[in-house]
């Protein structure tokens, strides 16, 4: 097998003490059952509001959330620092929390996490609540994390049992709080979210003088916390100017809570009695977005053409390179170039903003790195090298037999859905053993690409033409291809969010 090898002189090389893994979005709200404002760049102190219910009624706080990690070899130490407020009503907390990691032969990572200590204070109506040591609360999540090319996935269960202490320890008055819940999260460049979903039983005891007042409820508390990359364009009002407009990407975070308790009502002694009451409220926390100017690019050949905003999108993003005034939509794409697009679409998953990184001191070596393409017919020189050999070692893209990647060949519409499918890692939605979608030419598909054409089309990133067809084998145009990116990036925005925000937030 013939490979073309370079060698180049490696001069200084950092050495990251971090080999385990890390995510943006898991646990950007903690697990406490409130909300934070999200990822901020270079900012790991959050707005943040919680309900607490140890007082036998729903209790908003509002204040602050630091969350600083550090990580060594594949042991995750978090530390969450709360600084709320409600009123005169105070609560403060300090929980640190220890992860480890294994990583699977399929590639998936389980991580069990354990609490390592913890203190916490809350002050309502003069009343103050305490967790004195690590031994009133014990905790247990574990997580299976999924990590796809272009979005990382995980799935978890939590449980915790806190045991406060009423008032002086000689009265003996306790509340404990029993918490159950399941919550599940992605992370990409496009967007990240975590939706959680927690049930309560709440139960306290208070010497009253003339006997032990015990009492009991529920709560269920639904959290949503989204992020979003979100692309608008904006026409220059100006007719003597050197570009017609631009395209602004801006982050945006938004945070939901909702939550139903049933709790005792108390009479004026504060006794519970038999009557219950039902609370129910909503909490929303949302930022300002950040913004950044996309690059204009002049896509003259493109004006009045049906894919006209796809195509000066693809452009503003980097996705195309040039100037576009050798752009022409109607050419077909090559292998190569679609190769080179979808990896800057699909791009890789950030790295957790909340990370404290320890960096060794740089050190000087001698030795060589060997660059070797995983393909006879891709040269190291060629201009979509380092594109090709990424979205192949990502497993986005393969080669098509022999060792060959064919990055002259004209991409189809069957290979490019392909693609798509394999970066969001939704290979197994489709049913098994083979497909059957709805295409009228469905008999036309490709068995390697029936799976992913259902699984496209499920989630609404290719269409159908007017008569029905997918034109699976057709060769995509520079057009058609910008247009399916850019149902990629669409879909990675506000698609998959939906899924994970609208089916809880709704139903309850």
């Known amino acids: 097998m013939k490979k073309r ?41 959050f707005d943040y509001k919680e309900v607490t219910f140890i007082s036998g009624k729903p209790v908003v706080f509002e204040g602050t959330l630091l969350i600083k990690k550090s990580q060594r070899q594949d042991k995750l130490t978090t530390t969450y620092t709360y600084n709320l407020r409600n009123g005169e009503n105070t609560l403060t907390r300090v929980l640190t929390f220890t992860a480890e990691s294994e990583t699977k032969e399929n590639g998936q990572i389980t991580e069990t996490v354990s609490l390592t200590s913890a203190s916490e204070r809350v002050t309502i109506d003069g009343v103050t609540y305490t967790i004195p040591n690590r031994n009133n609360y014990q905790f247990a999540r574990s997580t299976l994390i999924d990590p796809r090319p272009a979005v990382t996935y995980h799935a978890g269960s939590i449980w915790s049992r806190k045991v406060y202490q009423v008032g002086a320890a000689a009265d003996g008055n306790t509340v404990t709080i029993e918490c159950t819940g399941t919550y599940y999260g992605y992370d990409q460049y496009w967007g990240n979210a975590e939706s959680l ?96 100017r996309l690059a204009s690019v002049d896509v003259r050949n493109a004006r009045g053409h049906w894919a006209e905003n796809d195509i000066r999108l693809m452009f503003g993003l980097e996705v195309f390179k040039g100037d576009g005034s050798a752009f022409y939509p109607d050419n077909y794409m090559t292998r190569a170039e679609f190769a080179a697009a979808i990896a800057r679409v699909a791009k890789e998953v950030p790295q957790d903003p909340t990370l404290v990184r320890r960096t060794a001191t740089t050190r000087r070596t001698t030795g060589k790195e060997v660059v070797i393409s995983p393909f006879d017919d891709v040269s190291i020189n060629n201009i979509y090298f380092s594109d090709i050999k990424s979205v192949f070692e990502r497993g986005i893209m393969m080669g098509k037999g022999d060792n060959r990647f064919a990055p002259n060949d004209y991409i189809t519409k069957a290979e490019a859905t392909v693609a ?14 083979v497909a059957v979608t709805s295409f009228r030419d469905n008999d036309l598909i490709p068995e390697h690409a029936r799976n992913a054409a259902y699984v496209a089309q499920k989630i609404g990133i290719i269409q159908s033409d007017s008569r ?10 520079k057009a058609e291809g910008a247009s399916l990116l850019h149902s990629l990036i669409k879909y990675l925005q506000e698609g998959i969010r939906k899924d994970y925000r609208d089916r809880l937030i709704n139903y309850y």
Request: proline fraction near 4%; hydrophobic fraction near 35%; charge should be negative.
């Open 420 to 433: 798509i499918i394999r970066a969001l890692g939704f290979e197994s939605l489709a049913p098994a053993p």
């Open 197 to 292: 979903l927690l049930d309560y039983i709440i139960s306290g005891e208070r010497n009253t003088g003339d006997g032990v007042d015990i009492w009991g409820g529920t709560a269920t508390i639904v959290i949503s916390s989204t992020s979003t990359e979100q692309l608008e364009y904006f026409e220059n009002r100006p007719n003597q100017i050197s570009f017609a407009g631009s395209y602004v990407q801006s982050r945006m975070n938004s945070n939901v809570l909702e939550y139903t308790c049933m709790m005792p009502e108390f009479d004026a002694k504060g006794i519970s009695t038999d009557r219950i009451v039902t609370y129910s409220d909503s909490l929303v926390i949302e930022t300002f977005p950040i913004q950044r």
């Open 5 to 45: 090898i370079t060698a180049f002189l490696l001069i200084i090389t950092t050495i990251l003490l971090m080999c385990g893994h890390a995510f943006a979005r898991e646990g950007i709200c903690g697990y406490e059952g409130g909300i934070s404002s999200g990822e901020v760049p270079d900012n790991t102190t």
């Open 468 to 477: 029905g067809n997918m034109n699976p084998n057709k060769r995509l145009t």
